[in-house]
């Protein structure tokens, strides 16, 4: 179900919306093809009435475990709007995370060389003041989810520039070193920084 509009902020789109790579099925589904060909297996060596139970339990048991996991998948979101990320998961109980896109400082993925070949991967974002990046695991095709975070913060600062700090009697050099600090923590981006630097210089 695509996030409700009446949970949208003022002016706030939705860009992504992905439930994890179909690889999170892999496992169950593989086990009910096994349990099957088992069974046929079974059929054509006339084993025991004891074989064909046990190979009934075990098709009821995979049968059960794709399910709960196709539930998990289904409510397993990774949301990308205009200004935010969103990630909502939990069949009965639910657990929801949000990050605003104007407080990462750094966007990247990781693929194993299969899931480069399926197309899967981790999403991570790092925020200043955090010891650890925030982990998004099994998304589809994760180039693409960084590169649209990466043009949504570039809209975002540009709809909101940065702002040059308050002097409060600080020097012009002090200022561009107040500027720089936000650069290091990720604040502002290179341009920003380069842009601000030169406006303070031609007060000089």
Not at 35 to 50: D, F, K, Q, R, T
Request: proline fraction near 7%; glycine fraction near 6%.
């Amino acid at each position: 179900m695509a996030l409700r509009s009446r949970r949208l902020n003022e002016g706030e789109e939705v860009v992504l919306d992905l439930h994890p790579h179909w690889w999170y099925l892999a496992g169950p589904v593989a086990t009910i093809v096994a349990v099957i060909a088992g069974a046929i297996a079974a059929l054509a060596e006339s084993a025991p009435p004891a074989a064909g139970w046990a190979v009934v339990a075990a098709l009821v048991a995979s049968a059960g475990w794709l399910l709960l996991r196709y539930l998990r998948w289904r409510t397993s979101r990774f949301i990308l709007t205009t200004s935010r990320l969103i990630e909502r998961r939990g069949v009965l109980s639910r657990t929801s995370r949000e990050i605003p896109l104007m407080g990462l400082s750094d966007i990247s993925y990781r693929q194993s060389l299969f899931e480069r070949v399926i197309g899967a991967g981790c999403v991570l974002v790092e925020s200043p003041g955090k010891d650890s990046p925030e982990y998004f695991p099994d998304l589809p095709r994760p180039a693409r989810v960084q590169n649209e975070i990466f043009r949504l913060m570039d809209g975002v600062r540009k709809v909101q520039p940065v702002q040059l700090p308050p002097s409060h009697g600080s020097s012009i050099p002090e200022q561009i070193d107040q500027l720089d600090q936000l650069r290091r923590r990720g604040v502002i981006s290179d341009a920003d920084f380069e842009q601000k630097k030169a406006q303070l210089l031609d007060r000089m």
